[in-house]
């Protein structure tokens, strides 16, 4: 069984920075793809960021240039460096695990306002 724990999440001014970590627990495989996904209320859930086993990442257009995703196998610790935040970057994220199976967090909520 795997957990993911997300945190890092909390209020900031637009503008302003956060980084999200994920750690996970269980048994991981680094070959296995994590990302980050957002849901703002009253939207569906969208995805904001992938990082695959090799490294290679992918982002929402609308993140690109402010957000970086990265990973530490090690640690089996993903994170989300957010930058230049804006208000609607506002949501709950979630992590998630894709292997053999696929798994969430419980989410972590990001709120930009003045």
């Known amino acids: 069984q795997v957990q993911l724990v997300e945190s890092g999440g909390g209020l900031v001014q637009p503008g302003g920075s956060l980084r999200l970590s994920c750690a996970a627990f269980?048994?991981?495989?680094?070959?296995?793809?994590m990302a980050w996904y957002r849901q703002a209320a009253g939207k569906e859930r969208e995805l904001v960021a992938i990082v695959n086993g090799g490294g290679q990442t992918t982002y929402t257009e609308s993140v690109k240039g402010r957000f970086t995703i990265s990973r530490d196998n090690a640690k089996n610790t993903l994170y989300l460096q957010m930058n230049n935040l804006k208000p609607e970057d506002t949501a709950v994220y979630y992590c998630?695990?894709?292997?053999?199976?696929?798994?969430w967090g419980q989410g972590t909520h990001v709120t930009v306002s003045a």
């Open positions: 269980g048994s991981i495989f680094s070959w296995s793809t």
């Open positions: 998630n695990l894709k292997q053999r199976f696929e798994y």
